[in-house]
């Protein structure tokens, strides 16, 4: 469910044109972002992030402080990849197309998008990922 609803919102952002990892995400504003996302959701959202400087303003802490009754934050270490269980999704899809011999950038991009949809429905593999970082869910 998260992984699926990450790629939904990814995928709005790049119909409303907002560049992908190769550009920079220039005016990108999580404070128009977030609330919308919420009903689409279904609930609660909880953002884990590193210690990046965009994370870190001042108006974004002061969003994050105004919708906390709906929006929780863990800042992670400026550089802590044992504990984002992320790494270890991204580490699954470059085992699969690290090798690959790609034509182009669509043929990458569609084998990325392959693996990804395959993790998606492989729950132990996204459980295990968040496993090893040692933290837990709590319902």
């Known amino acids: 469910m998260l992984l699926q609803a990450r ?19 220039e005016g990108l504003r999580l404070e128009g972002l977030l609330p919308p996302a919420r009903p689409e959701l279904g609930g609660p959202i909880v953002l884990v992030w590193d210690n990046v400087r965009l994370h870190l303003t001042r108006g974004m802490r002061e969003f994050i402080d105004k ?15 044992d504990l984002n269980p992320q ?11 690290g090798n690959l011999a790609a034509a182009d950038r669509s043929q990458v991009t569609r084998a990325v ?5 395959q993790i998606q429905y492989r729950p132990d593999l996204v459980d295990g990922c968040l496993a090893i970082t040692g933290l837990t869910i709590n319902d």
Not at 67 to 81: E, I, K, M, R
Not at 87 to 97: A, H, P, Q
Not at 113 to 117: A, F, G, P, T
């Open 7 to 25: 790629f939904e919102i990814a995928a709005d952002l790049r119909a409303a044109g907002v560049p992908g990892p190769e550009g920079r995400a």
């Open 87 to 97: 790494e270890c999704i991204w580490s699954l899809v470059k085992r699969e197309v």
């Open 113 to 117: 998008k392959r693996k990804l949809k």
């Open 67 to 81: 919708n906390a009754d709906w929006l929780t934050v863990f800042q992670l270490p400026t550089y802590a990849p």
